[in-house]
């Protein structure tokens, strides 16, 4: 029941996607080869979220892993897990995106378009109820971007009434993969603008700093900021997975934090977040948690929360935690930070309770909130997209696939746009008087026409 199928697309959507399923194996009691080594049967029991039950009773991933190029989905297979995932799940072409959204949207993307398709067809077909899909990739690139771009169109067409979530990694402020990322970037924001349901954005500067700054890991690697993401991921789904004291599927999430559609850009935050060293000298409570999920510095997006407003929050947590406490803590937070919330939309946060703790803890919990202070990074990334497209630089390599200069022009006033709604929610008060004054007008108004209908009638049956 309710089963979500997970697309991973590109090398950092293949990376992160690893780094979730060994996570996911973990709270399920599972081996490498798929098979149940645990020994309480609440792990086991709504394992089918994520996994198809196979013959002689092995778990398979539900998952559909797809790159331009062949080079990731090799080392996954010849690495710790690659027993585990289904082959045909598997798919690549050789040529590679090489960091061209168009490459991935129109010519090497749509040449693998079939073949995805029909594998996701396969899944969808064997799910009982399909909750919906979760995407991850990255926007700076080639494939995540524009295959990624690609596949979310079609799933909207294909599949209109499931969750699309998405799991994005934005370009960071202070260091830049490619030349061309403003590019990618916004081609992909519009995309996801248009055919996403609920974007969980992260980027790995913040990833870093929260490994340097609060995990003490000197030198983080990649495998330690996608630890991070696995970690939000699997914290997002508890509820649907194990057993709770109050529950919250995609649906229901989306419904409490998408207060308007296209302003659904989620930052995320996790708790407990504490150093190897020090974990063992201190015990983590509720408010503790409380206190880390709403700081700046643990956000998994680089932008500060505090230069916007949360309109929503979801606070998911995990272990044995009493479910007045946690709902105290977070009221009192609000209470004592009202200005951090629009004042528009009371009670605007969502609380879900868990029976079973993150792996290694006794207590957890996760955050997501829909902050107008997200519109920094749409910001940063349209004005370094604007410089760059004034002078129409790199602009060939684009068109030379098929693109017309004027999917441009609409990407970036798409997300000028948005960059505008956010801030006049932000700025949005509750006016009560105007509010009023209006309603009472309209029902005057409705009174008058019934009164004219009514003239009009008499006098036609005279």
Request: aromatic content about 8%; charged content about 20%; proline content about 4%.
């Amino acid at each position: 029941m309710r089963e979500i199928l997970t697309l991973q697309i590109g090398q950092c959507g293949n990376q992160i996607g690893v780094e979730f399923w060994e996570n996911i194996l973990q709270e399920h009691g599972i081996n490498k080869d798929g098979m149940y080594v645990g020994n309480d049967p609440m792990l086991i029991e709504r394992a089918n979220v994520y996994f198809n039950e196979a013959r002689g009773a092995r778990y398979v991933p539900r998952v559909v892993s797809i790159d331009l190029e062949p080079g990731v989905l090799d080392t996954i297979r010849g690495g710790p897990l690659g027993a585990l995932f289904r082959p045909e799940g598997m798919l690549c072409a050789n040529s590679g995106a090489g960091n061209n959204w168009a490459k991935g949207f129109y010519t090497e993307g749509a040449e693998l378009l079939d073949r995805v398709l029909d594998v996701m067809r396969h899944e969808v077909e064997a799910c009982d109820l399909l909750s919906g899909f979760q995407v991850c990739h990255s926007i700076g690139g080639g494939t995540g971007s524009g295959m990624g771009s690609l596949m979310m169109q079609k799933i909207r067409e294909e599949y209109p009434d499931r969750m699309l979530s998405t799991f994005t990694v934005m370009p960071s402020a202070a260091v830049s993969d490619t030349v061309v990322e403003p590019y990618n970037s916004v081609l992909t924001l519009h995309h996801l603008l248009e055919n996403s349901d609920m974007t969980f954005c992260l980027d790995n500067e913040a990833l870093s700093n929260i490994c340097m700054d609060v995990l003490k890991i000197k030198s983080p690697v990649h495998t330690d900021l996608n630890k991070l993401v696995a970690k939000v991921m699997s914290g997002v789904t508890t509820s649907l997975r194990f057993p709770g004291q109050l529950n919250a599927d995609l649906r229901k999430l989306a419904v409490n934090m998408v207060p308007f559609p296209r302003l659904h850009f989620l930052m995320s935050g996790l708790a407990p977040l504490t150093s190897a060293a020090a974990a063992n000298y201190r015990q983590v409570s509720v408010p503790d948690m409380c206190q880390q999920l709403y700081g700046a510095q643990n956000m998994l997006v680089n932008c500060d929360p505090r230069h916007g407003r949360y309109m929503t929050c979801a606070v998911m947590f995990r272990g044995k935690v009493s479910v007045k406490e946690c709902e105290d803590t977070v009221l009192g937070y609000a209470d004592k930070h009202t200005s951090s919330f629009v004042e528009w939309i009371p009670n605007s946060t969502q609380i879900a309770v868990c029976d079973v703790p993150p792996v290694g803890m006794d207590i957890g919990a996760t955050f997501l909130g829909n902050n107008t202070a997200i519109q920094e990074v749409f910001e940063r990334i349209v004005s370094q997209f604007s410089q760059i497209f004034r002078r129409k630089a790199f602009m060939h390599w684009f068109t030379d696939e098929g693109m017309d200069e004027m999917e441009f022009s609409e990407a970036e006033s798409n997300i000028h746009d948005l960059v505008n709604e956010y801030r006049q929610y932000q700025e949005a008060a509750v006016d009560d008087g105007m509010m009023y004054e209006d309603d009472a007008e309209g029902v005057y108004d409705h009174q008058d026409d019934y009164d004219d209908q009514g003239a009009a009638a008499i006098m036609n049956h005279e």
